[in-house]
């Protein structure tokens, strides 16, 4: 078994659980080279099965749960594209049971596919929170600004009254 779970995070604290300890003993002994075909068959089966529990562990766990920002999944990588064709050959509803249970069962050129995705959807996120902050703060600076108008204007409408009292004194002076 590969022993690893990993925790991708991005910055902002968003977090992809991947889980990287698919069981393969039973897909690596149906690939000896001496093996009937109803041996191979019955370990592919079996190397189903496995995965099978293994994705009802995963989900059991409920790893999605513990972080706060991310997708509420977990990713269940399987190391060869090869391995898990045999899975979801043996047990062709597999996958789909594994999605019902929060499970993404991958492979080498999923997860890649999948990484890049959820990249791209953490960047556009990450633009998107920084252009409501640079909204929020156009708002701002705009009734600030108001404000301050707000404020210019009077004083220069108290301004005009007091040259023109003073004007109206020494015109009564000058009188």
């Known amino acids: 078994l590969i022993t690893q779970l990993l925790a991708l995070r991005q910055r902002g604290g968003k977090v992809l659980v991947i889980d990287a300890k698919a069981p393969m003993n039973a897909f690596l002994d149906a690939q ?19 995965l099978g529990r293994h994705v009802a562990a995963l989900a059991a766990k409920e790893y999605w749960s513990a972080f706060r920002e991310g997708p509420e999944m977990v990713v269940c990588f399987v190391p060869s594209d090869a391995m898990l064709g045999a899975a979801l050959a043996a047990q062709p509803s597999l996958h789909e049971r594994a ?20 990249a791209f959807t953490w960047q556009q996120d990450a633009l998107s929170a920084s252009a409501r902050e640079l909204l929020d703060l156009g708002l701002d600076l705009h009734r600030r600004l108001a404000t301050l ?9 108290s301004l005009q009254s ?5 004007n109206a004194m020494v015109g009564a002076l000058e009188s």
């Not at 999605?99 to 959820?118: E, F, S």
């Open 32 to 50: 000896a080279e001496d093996l009937p075909d109803d041996e191979r068959s019955a370990l592919l089966v079996d190397h189903a099965t496995g």
């Open 99 to 118: 999605l019902a249970q929060r499970v993404v069962l991958v492979g080498p050129g999923a997860l890649m596919a999948l990484l890049r995705t959820l």
């Open 149 to 157: 108008g707000a404020h210019t204007a009077k004083m220069g409408r």
């Open 162 to 166: 007091s040259v023109e009292a003073y």
